[in-house]
């Protein structure tokens, strides 16, 4: 329901105290007069605590510095005044017995009378004794719609012409900014670039970052990594190109509803970490880390209160990838036995939110370990793919040893054997690959000479892998994958 209806329905149902919760005052509160003057014939009374009342000559500043007196004026108006009372930060003062006792002896009054108080306000929690009277009323920060609207005036008006994509890019970017932050971000660009080009996209994310900054739960990693610097695991790549332009207006249009999120399960250092982060590169979306760690408190309620924090924030910058790295030490089986049940509240509150969230925000979750993950979350629905990284195969070391040394030497990477160091390098992950090449440049580096294929293969010999090291768990892992339960991330011919 829209807004406006549900503010019509409660007033004309007499809810005697409505709470908005927004950090946009201003738009909020010229969305009720505007509201009010189209299709409600009630008289409207401003209150804040440093001007007290105002645009009412005959009450010009009563009730200033005075929350209790601010309440008299209910009670001072006829019963036959239709009026809505807008009472700024008044959350503040709702502690206090005498306020909370006014608010009480008042509501019988509301219930008869034309008369509705709203409270404008944020960060707001309901007194226990109030929690029966005040009915909170959510104000959504502006729509795709408001925020086209807001950039097509400045466009006009600066008498600039700029390509639909872009104007697409600038509208999804400005997502989850107030309206008020939007027009002091592009007065910003203006005065800086005196125009509205592909650079201000940067800027946008950047005041995005202000926003994330304000939490210690999530971070904002800036990434650059890309899916071609991903080895092997071509169906995960084939589906995730398929889902690149998903967020776009064309796909809303063509009514392809958005994707939910992905897991990836697997063998430590398989490039589980680096898809979320090639994904966001890729997608030209922001990249949101979830630290575990923070989120569980050690106060009553207080995990539960900082995973709504996070999904909050979270939708605020939607679109945008939300990345909950090693899932399942968050939300282990385990761990939970003996936490006073905290873990399943919080697992359950994650999982609604997973299952009926309607804002663009794509989950990529990495677990190692798939007993430890609770069947809640591996069911069908959660993610819109669960997808096993193995240990990459023959072809797949060829390709990670190739992107590896590229980066590390573009100009000589062809004099290297690949083929070779990819036999010698059998139940080596990724990562442990990476690790082999940098041991080899160390070693060559210290003789003072061009590291070679032979240096790599020396490497190799002294490494051990991890999966040797944890055979049991891995060729658990692999059981477990190749029961048809989960979506294989590499091609079936690589293992032909």
Request: aromatic share 8%; proline share 3%; net charge neutral.
């Amino acid at each position: 329901m829209k807004f406006n209806d549900e503010l019509t329905l409660l007033l004309k149902a007499r809810y005697p105290i409505i709470f908005i919760n927004t950090i946009e005052e201003d738009r909020v509160e010229y969305a009720i007069r505007k509201h009010i003057k189209t299709s409600l014939n009630r008289s409207i009374y401003s209150w804040d605590f440093v001007d007290g009342y105002i645009n009412n000559p005959n009450n010009e500043g009563f009730a200033k510095r005075n929350p209790l007196q601010a309440l008299e004026l209910v009670e001072r108006l006829t019963s036959e005044t239709p009026a809505i009372f807008l009472l700024k930060d008044f959350n503040r003062f709702l502690t206090d017995v005498s306020i909370s006792r006014k608010l009480k002896n008042i509501a019988r009054i509301l219930k008869l009378q034309p008369k509705t108080i709203i409270i404008i306000g944020s960060d707001f929690t309901i007194p226990k004794e109030l929690q029966d009277l005040i009915t909170i009323l959510q104000f959504q920060l502006p729509n795709e719609h408001e925020i086209s609207q807001e950039l097509s005036k400045l466009i006009d008006s600066l008498n600039i012409k700029i390509e639909p994509q872009l104007f697409e890019s600038l509208t999804q970017t400005c997502q989850g900014l107030s309206l008020e932050r939007i027009r002091r971000v592009l007065s910003k660009i203006i005065a800086t670039h005196k125009t509205i080009d592909k650079n201000s996209i940067e800027i946008l994310l950047s005041e995005k970052k202000q926003i994330i900054s304000q939490t210690e739960i999530l971070e904002y990693w800036s990434v650059t990594d890309k899916i071609a610097s991903i080895g092997g695991v071509e169906n995960l790549k084939e589906w995730l190109k398929k889902r690149k332009t998903s967020f776009s207006v064309q796909a809303s249009n063509y009514g392809l509803p958005t994707p939910r999120g992905l897991l990836l399960v697997g063998i430590q250092g398989t490039g589980k970490s680096l898809t979320a982060k090639a994904i966001a590169t890729e997608w030209q979306l922001p990249l949101l880390k979830l630290d575990v760690g923070k989120l569980f408190g050690g106060i009553v309620g207080e995990s539960e209160s900082r995973l709504r924090q996070m999904i909050e924030v979270s939708e605020t910058l939607a679109p945008c990838i939300l990345w909950i790295d090693e899932i399942d030490k968050a939300f282990s089986i385990n761990e939970s036995k003996g936490d006073g049940g905290t873990s399943n509240r919080v697992l359950g509150t994650f999982i609604s939110w997973l299952s009926e969230k309607t804002k663009p925000v794509f989950v990529v979750a990495t677990a190692n370990n798939v007993d430890l993950l609770p069947l809640e979350i591996i069911r069908k629905g959660r993610f819109d793919e669960i997808f096993f990284l193995d240990l990459p195969k023959k072809q797949e070391r060829e390709q990670i040893f190739k992107i590896h040394i590229k980066t590390f030497r573009p100009n000589s990477w062809n004099s290297f054997e690949y083929e070779k160091l990819a036999q010698l390098s059998e139940s080596f992950s990724g990562a442990e690959i990476k690790q082999s090449i940098i041991e080899a440049m160390y070693h060559a580096f210290y003789e003072q000479r061009e590291f070679t294929t032979n240096d790599i293969c020396l490497a190799l010999n002294e490494l051990i892998p991890l999966a040797q090291l944890e055979n049991n768990q891995t060729v658990k892992l692999q059981n477990w994958a190749s029961s048809g339960r989960i979506r294989l991330a590499s091609s079936d011919s690589i293992y032909l």
